[in-house]
Each structure stands twice: as structure tokens, then as C-alpha cells.
């Protein structure tokens, strides 16, 4: 099965796979590095980036599945472990919409195609392909600005209840769809969603137990 596995940023990739070499092969303007015959690539940070990036990989490549692995932020809530790595089976678009003081709005919420198109119409929320082994799972949303204070964290958690904030899942969920490609997600839990304290993130082991995970599982 060939896999093509997306990353946010040069540094989630670097502790996810040390091995990575992104000057050696160009796929248009993407870097694209093969290790243990999974194809590494850089998708950017937030929405835009990602949907795009996604979008051209996979008419290039044509992988028979996309993973995006990376760093993703938990709600105090959700009760997961900081440290912890998970498994995501459903990706939302959250603040595409509007908000009021506590609650958010996406398209859906509003009655609105996100994509209408002649086959058939995307909204905000998708279900994510299944993966070998047995990491726990949970569910995530999708924003275009991280969350940076309580009050925003909380009606995030009233709205949607789901246990991860990123900024790529759902975008590229959006881009394999369209393709008709499987795609997952699987995230290492590095911080509290809310006021932001880098000093307290959790980045490199879990991140490096998720590259071994990646290629224990993934690799045919």
C-alpha cells in the first residue's frame, strides 16, 4: 500500500522521522522524502496550506492513502493525557462559520454547503479511515487561529466536545475526499488548548514515539 504522510512543520517532521531528506525529489514545488517506503512530505500549518498541498500530492503521487501526523493541542475536558498519542476518527471545521459569546456556528450548524457540487455536497464534519494497531482514539476540530484563552476553549468544548484542536485535519480531510483517497490522522498530544505556555508543551518524545508507532504500523 503506498502511504504519503503529511506534516505540519520541518520540526514535527524531524523528531517524527530523522531520516527525512526533502532535497532529494521534487514533485512540482513539494519536497517529497521515501523512507521505508512511505513517502514524507511538508503540508504547511492552518487550512490553506494543507488543503492545497494535499490536493497536488495526491494527483501527483497518487497514494492509496494519506496520513497527517503532528502535534495537536487536548481540552482540559477531554481528559486526555498530555504526552499521550491518539488515533482522531472524526475531523470538524469549527470556526468556519461565526461565533457568538459561547457557542460556535460552523456552515453546518448554519445550513450551509461548505462545497456543493453535482455528485455530491462536503459540510464540515468527516470520518476518518481506520488504521492498524491499537492507539486510542479520539475526535478533533479544525481551526484557522489556535485557541488562546479559556473563554474561547470553552465554548470549543460546548460546541463540538471533541478531544484535540489542530489546524490541518479537516482541510485535508476535504482534499482526499474529492480524490476519493482514505485518509487518517494521528496526533501526539503536546499542550492544553487555552492560554498559551510553550514551556509546558510536549513536543519531541511523543513525537518520536509516534514516528516509531508510524513505522512499526505503517510501513507494508
Not at 487550512?47 to 482540559?76: C, E, K, M, N, W
Not at 476553549?153 to 482514505?182: H, I, K, Q, S, Y
Not at 510553550?198 to 513505522?215: D, F, Y
Request: aromatic letters at 8%; one cysteine or more.
Amino acid at each position: 500500500m503506498k502511504t504519503l504522510i503529511l506534516v505540519p512543520t520541518e520540526l514535527e517532521l524531524r523528531y517524527l522521522n530523522p531520516r527525512y531528506d526533502l532535497s532529494q525529489r521534487l514533485v512540482g514545488p513539494w519536497s517529497v522524502s521515501q523512507d521505508a517506503d512511505l513517502d514524507w512530505a511538508l503540508c504547511g500549518i492552518g487550512p490553506a496550506a494543507a488543503s492545497v498541498t494535499t490536493s497536488h500530492l495526491i494527483r501527483h503521487l497518487r497514494p492509496d492513502r494519506v496520513v497527517l501526523a503532528g502535534i495537536a493541542g487536548t481540552f482540559a475536558q477531554a481528559d486526555l493525557a498530555l504526552g499521550d498519542i491518539y488515533a482522531v476518527t472524526r475531523e470538524t471545521l469549527a470556526d468556519t462559520g461565526y461565533a457568538d459569546a459561547d457557542r460556535f456556528y460552523n456552515l453546518d450548524a448554519m445550513n450551509l454547503p461548505m462545497l456543493p457540487r453535482e455528485d455530491r455536497q462536503f459540510g464540515c464534519d468527516f470520518e476518518l479511515a481506520d488504521l492498524p494497531g491499537d492507539l486510542p482514539t479520539t475526535q478533533a476540530i479544525t481551526v484557522a487561529a489556535v485557541t488562546n484563552s479559556t473563554h474561547r476553549a470553552d465554548a470549543l468544548w460546548r460546541t463540538f466536545g471533541a478531544g484535540l484542536e489542530n489546524m490541518e485535519g479537516a482541510a485535508v480531510a476535504l482534499a482526499c475526499a474529492l480524490d476519493w483517497v482514505p485518509f487518517s490522522e494521528l496526533r501526539a498530544v503536546s499542550n492544553r488548548v487555552g492560554p498559551r505556555d510553550p514551556r509546558s508543551w510536549q513536543v519531541r518524545e511523543p513525537l518520536e514515539r509516534l514516528g516509531t508507532w508510524i513505522h512499526e504500523n505503517l510501513v507494508p
